[in-house]
């Protein structure tokens, strides 16, 4: 899932303070927080996605960095000047709308020449800059056409090149691929995410897709009820969820709920009652400290017998890091397969296999008995 | 699912496609010939025959195994050659024009901040543009006549509080007429407006601001353009009305006032000339259809079938 293949973020801009600054931001609706108390830097050069169901404060968030919206308190700093009382047409911000809101009465041209226009610069900078955008995103020969005679993907191209074309500081991007079908969706991840990387432009995007943010951005924040629980890269968000809520809404994931018993620098162990489980990291907790043991499905194995010494590897003791159960449904995905396993405690695990050999030597079905373990390595010791 | 909704779809069509959708065009197609093109038919007729005493000639005769086509252009000809006409088609299409241009400046901010006002409040304010439709039309121009007569509740006002000397002459006026013009025909051109402005997606508005157009640049090349197609609705229905009004001119106004619908009326009951009449009628129908003809064609060529 994480294949983001970005250039790093530079460091930050000359003077070393991030590009764009969000302090103790506040935002509420008559009693409600919206957002509630972020700060968040982000260098110049990043594409950072803001990450959350419907309702979590990123759109809003994402509107008070246009303008749309002004913060109940706190600043925001872009380039060192805050821009908080900036009007939207005072700001060297574009964004890119949520199903475009590509304006329906002019033409491609003339949607992109816009903003160009009420900058009143000289008619040939216009015509050459909307040349050089209608090249950038590929749409040369559909210059002419009104919005309602493109695809949805030429659409999408057009919202970019008109967001792109007054070569803004900061680009905003509102759940910039929810209206494409699937399929188009994937191949638009990427050439976006080219287009905004030739042009260089430090990026804020908003999704409620996982996937979408992992693919496009450098960093991802995840937002929950106005709050931003983690800040991190795509693999670090996937592979150190910080909370249980984080755990569970990037991917899918099995958690166990337990104490800890051996709490020591280089290894803890943790009694759940499916199993007990041996970590082979320190943790910041105490002895009796309730805990949940995060396993990953596609982290687990699974068979009919059980694993030999070697598949389970730098184990203290065995009989850690492994439960039985019945296999209870599967779902064939083509390249994997997902178990559900009920343990023998009545918990319910979720684990993937990914079908590498086109016949299994064996082929686990409904009603099987199996061994599921992991290793003391891939588990994340949740304490929120 | 996507077969079942297309063989739903399919059946739908097999039950209304054949003679279903041309019902749909068809009985509204009926009942504009019965109600308009026949009697239209009728007064076309009258305009090409000759009057005798108290009837008029037929135009169509048959006697004696020779059908007779007696067709009297007369009357269109004099009413080219009689300048009272020319100035009062004239003058009618101006007052006309004026009231729908006074029209369009009250309602579209009107229609403007209904459509932008909370959204439980909207019933209630459609409410207040249609409460004048609740009495009687005639009964409200008369009041008019009452408010702006020399002895007026207005001139009388200005009178008690000092403004002025001696009355202002209001009534039987160009003024009084466009005054009551637009009092009548405005909510006509706020509805049309209000349902066009309401439907506006607001995000436009945003993406012009964050493009860099102040909310006034915004309005102008954004709203406007969108709203076009509510202003040509609203304008027809206040202009075309207008030209051939004949009961306002009548309480309201006087000898400077030369509208169409007056010189109709004395055409067929004071002078009792039916033809020229008819023959008023018939240019007034042409000299508002076949302009408006050729802009719908000018519209649905240049819109190429787009959305509005």
Redesign the interface.
């Known amino acids: 899932m994480a294949t983001h293949s970005h250039v790093q973020p530079q460091a930050g801009t000359a003077n070393g303070a991030p590009f764009l600054q969000i302090k103790r931001v506040v935002k509420k609706f008559d009693d409600v927080f919206a957002v509630d108390e972020v700060t968040l830097d982000i260098q110049q050069g990043e594409i950072f996605a803001l990450l959350g169901s419907s309702g979590c404060g990123k759109s809003t968030l994402l509107r008070m960095l246009?303008?749309?919206e002004t913060p109940t308190s706190g600043q925001i700093l872009l380039a060192g000047q805050d821009i908080v009382t900036l009007?939207?047409?005072e700001r060297p911000?574009?964004?890119m709308?949520q199903s475009y809101?590509?304006?329906?009465?002019l033409t491609v041209w003339d949607n992109i020449a816009?903003?160009l226009r009420?900058?009143g610069l000289p008619k040939q900078e216009i015509e050459a800059r909307v040349a050089q955008m209608l090249d950038l995103v590929q749409l040369k020969a559909y210059a002419k056409r009104?919005p309602?005679?493109l695809s949805g993907g030429q659409q999408q191209r057009v919202a970019l090149a008109?967001?792109l074309a007054?070569r803004p500081k900061l680009l905003l991007l509102d759940e910039p691929l929810g209206a494409l079908d699937a399929k188009l969706r994937e191949r638009t991840q990427l050439e976006l995410v080219g287009i905004i990387e030739q042009v260089g432009v430090t990026c804020v995007m908003v999704t409620h897709d996982q996937e979408e943010a992992m693919t496009m951005a450098t960093r991802i924040g995840v937002m929950s009820e106005g709050k931003i629980l983690q800040i991190g890269r795509p693999d670090e968000i996937y592979e150190t969820p910080n909370c249980r809520f984080v755990a569970d809404f990037i991917g899918s994931v099995n958690l166990f709920k337990g104490n800890v018993e051996v709490d020591e620098p280089d290894h803890v162990v943790i009694a759940s009652p499916e199993c007990k489980h041996y970590i082979n990291h320190g943790i910041t907790g105490t002895a009796g400290m309730a805990v949940h043991v995060a396993v990953r499905p596609e982290k687990m194995s699974i068979r009919q017998t059980p694993p030999l010494e070697d598949e389970r590897e730098s184990l203290a003791e065995v009989g850690f890091n492994m439960a039985q159960g019945v296999i209870q449904d599967l779902a064939y995905l083509g390249s994997l397969t997902t178990y559900h396993v009920q343990l023998d405690n009545g918990t319910m695990v979720k684990v993937t296999h990914t079908n590498a050999a086109r016949h299994a030597a064996i082929r686990l079905t409904w009603g099987d008995r199996v061994y599921v373990w992991w290793c003391g390595g891939d588990v994340v010791v949740l304490t929120r | 699912m996507a077969f079942t909704s297309l063989k739903g779809l399919s059946l739908y069509d097999k039950v209304t496609g054949s003679w279903g959708r041309s019902a749909v065009i068809g009985v509204p197609m009926v009942f504009l010939l019965a109600v308009f093109l026949l009697p239209f038919m009728v007064v076309f007729k009258i305009s090409v025959s000759e009057m005798e005493t108290v009837t008029f000639s037929e135009v169509l005769t048959w006697a004696e195994g020779v059908i007779l086509l007696k067709v009297n252009l007369g009357n269109y000809i004099s009413l080219t050659q009689d300048s009272l006409y020319i100035q009062t088609y004239l003058s009618s299409l101006q007052f006309a024009a004026i009231t729908t241009a006074i029209c369009l400046l009250i309602a579209y901010p009107f229609a403007y901040f209904m459509a932008r006002s909370p959204a439980d409040k909207r019933p209630a304010l459609l409410m207040l543009v249609m409460l004048p439709f609740w009495t009687s039309f005639l009964l409200r121009v008369y009041a008019w006549k009452m408010l702006l007569a020399d002895s007026g509740v207005f001139n009388n006002m200005a009178m008690a509080l000092g403004l002025i000397s001696e009355p202002i002459k209001m009534m039987n006026t160009p003024f009084s007429l466009v005054l009551g013009m637009v009092y009548t025909y405005v909510p006509f051109m706020i509805l049309p407006l209000y349902a066009n402005l309401v439907k506006m997606d607001l995000r436009l508005l945003e993406a012009a601001l964050d493009l860099g157009a102040t909310p006034w640049q915004a309005f102008w090349r954004i709203t406007v353009p969108l709203s076009k197609n509510g202003i040509i609705a609203g304008s027809m229905l206040v202009f075309i009305p207008c030209v051939g009004e004949f009961v306002i001119p009548e309480l309201l106004g006087g000898p400077q006032t030369l509208m169409i619908g007056r010189v109709l009326w004395d055409e067929f009951f004071s002078n009792n000339d039916w033809p020229m009449a008819a023959t008023v009628a018939v240019v007034m129908v042409l000299l508002i259809i076949v302009p408006l003809a050729l802009f719908n064609k000018h519209q649905a060529e240049t819109a190429g079938g787009g959305r509005a």
């Open positions: 246009a303008g749309f009007a939207p047409y911000i574009n964004m709308f809101a590509l304006f329906p009465h816009f903003g009420r900058d009104k309602h005679q008109r967001s007054k």
